[in-house]
Structure formats: C-alpha cells, structure tokens
C-alpha cells in the first residue's frame, strides 16, 4: 500500500467530541453555541486532531 506524505502533522492531544452530540450516550449533548466556542477554545489551545466517532460507545477510549 503506497503512504503518501502531505507535510500534515497532528497534534500530540486530539480531542475527543462524541459528547457533543445529540445522540450521545454519555450525557446530554451541549448547544451549537458551546459547542462552537468550546471547538475553538480547543484549536486556538493547538490541538488539531478532532475525533468525532461515536461508533466507540461509552465503554472504550
């Protein structure tokens, strides 16, 4: 399998936002406008790595 490199590099910290969803099953889901500042709150802080699976479920990190 050829791996091609685009000069992109990730974050040593990702941040994880399944909790953020509405269909969440770990807690109620935040509204757009939190969201959205804690988003930025979080790529300002340098961390460009967001995982927004929910497949994990609740029991696996």
């Known amino acids: ?7 992109l590099s990730v974050s ?9 969803a509405e269909n969440a099953d770990c807690g109620p889901a935040i509204d757009d406008v ?3 500042r804690l988003l930025c ?3 300002d802080g340098g961390i460009n790595f967001v995982d927004r699976s929910i497949d994990y479920g ?3 990190t």
Request: overall charge positive; charged content about 10%; some cysteine.
């Open 1 to 7: 399998m050829a791996v091609r490199n685009a000069g």
């Open 12 to 20: 040593v910290l990702g941040f994880e936002a399944m909790g953020c």
């Open 58 to 60: 609740p029991q696996k």
């Open 34 to 36: 939190h969201a959205g």
């Open 41 to 43: 709150t979080v790529l």
